[in-house]
């Protein structure tokens, strides 16, 4: 495992934000009242009243002298107009791309920065899944386009989050933007603590092949006792995950997935992703499509083992993405993660054996050619590692 391994942190304080009403507020207010740094890691990033919000935030604090560092996909923030560039230069702000589309870097466009995170003086953090679009929030909205969350963070732990930011924002001035510089830290996974209150860790991916994003999921998952929740947009997990989900409900761990439903983003990932389903309902996995809004947020309960943020823990993310998600153990928010699941699937359509064999002829086939094209590119890709 190369890179680095993040250690178990305690002292911290966690706050379970839902929905872009109610955590854009808060980054905004915390934006306002920084006084040395601000450091924002975003994927989707557009033009909007949500941006415009987000951006008089950034370029006060940069004009008040605050250091501000924006660091963008650059596929993801392709939505971001010229003019809000330039708006954030000509304050001071300093925006940095990552992994700029080039023809000529073919496969190596596929690299992405997924990470999401707001961090300001060191002090306080915001993580989760969150992008600066309108489908996350309109300032004076009550509600938003698409379902997530996001969890503030306060104490020792933001001190590693600004070390992971560190170590990509100074990669980018190397060739290759996805091979940062290796950094001192362990180099095990950590054991998890069995119980705890303020205990927090990163947890992440690179394209340098460092997952102890996943390891430390799976291992979660093959020790669960009581229950597994699981929440993803885009379900397609890796085949350890699926099988460690199956293994778990075998022994009488209750496993629910709270998926995508009618309302998604990319209809063939989901149907390619369904075709799961079976092995995973036969296993006794309760399977629930939430119905009224994209579910966009990623997050799990093991137990009272939290992780959440950006990782979809499906294939694609794990080979070519950066992505980061906060793991803790903490009662408070672990009672809050539970709420928050619970009201969510009592938003939801239980997919149950019989509601499966029922659906129309015209679904199978999407779930079989999305299911089919979805394995070829799959395979084709690990030809070429």
């Not at 740094?37 to 950034?58: F, H, I, K, T």
Request: aromatic share 12%; charged share 25%; hydrophobic share 45%.
């Amino acid at each position: 495992m190369p890179g680095m391994v993040f250690p178990w942190r305690s002292g911290n304080q966690f706050a379970l934000l839902n929905d872009g009403p109610t955590f854009f507020p808060r980054m905004i207010g915390a934006i306002d009242a920084a006084r040395q740094l601000v450091v924002l890691e975003l994927y989707l990033v557009a033009s909007g009243a949500c941006m415009d919000a987000l951006l008089q935030a950034l370029c006060a604090a940069a004009q008040r002298g605050v250091e501000v560092r924006c660091l963008f996909d650059d596929y993801g923030s392709q939505g971001l107009q010229q003019v809000d560039r330039r708006r954030l230069s000509d304050a001071g702000v300093q925006l940095r791309r990552y992994n700029p589309l080039r023809w000529r870097r073919g496969m190596r466009n596929f690299y992405r920065d997924h990470r999401k995170l707001l961090l300001v003086d060191g002090r306080v953090g915001f993580v989760g899944g969150t992008g600066a679009t309108d489908q996350f929030w309109i300032p004076g909205e009550a509600g938003s386009t698409w379902r997530e969350v996001m969890v503030e963070i306060a104490g020792p732990l933001v001190t590693d989050w600004q070390v992971l930011f560190d170590r990509q924002w100074h990669a980018l001035q190397a060739r290759f933007a996805w091979r940062p510089r290796e950094t001192p830290g362990l180099k095990h996974l950590p054991l998890s603590p069995p119980v705890g209150q303020g205990l927090g860790r990163v947890a992440y991916a690179d394209a340098r092949q460092h997952r102890d994003i996943l390891q430390s999921l799976v291992r979660a998952l093959r020790g669960a006792r009581q229950r597994i929740w699981l929440a993803t947009p885009y379900f397609l997990p890796t085949w350890k995950v699926r099988r460690a989900l199956r293994k778990a409900a075998k022994r009488g761990v209750e496993v629910r997935l709270l998926l995508s439903g009618r309302h998604t983003d990319n209809p063939p990932v989901r149907f390619a992703g369904q075709r799961y389903y079976p092995a995973l309902l036969r296993a006794g996995v309760q399977i629930f499509e939430y119905q009224p809004r994209f579910l966009h947020l990623k997050m799990v309960l093991v137990d009272d083992w939290v992780s959440v943020g950006s990782c979809n823990f499906d294939h694609w993310n794990l080979r070519f993405n950066l992505d980061a998600n906060l793991e803790a153990l903490d009662p408070q928010l672990t009672a809050a993660v539970v709420a928050s699941f619970q009201a969510d699937f009592a938003d939801s359509l239980e997919i149950s054996q019989e509601l499966w064999h029922a659906r129309p002829w015209w679904r199978r086939v999407q779930e079989r050619l999305w299911g089919w094209l979805d394995r070829l590119v799959v395979n084709l890709l690990d030809r070429r590692r």
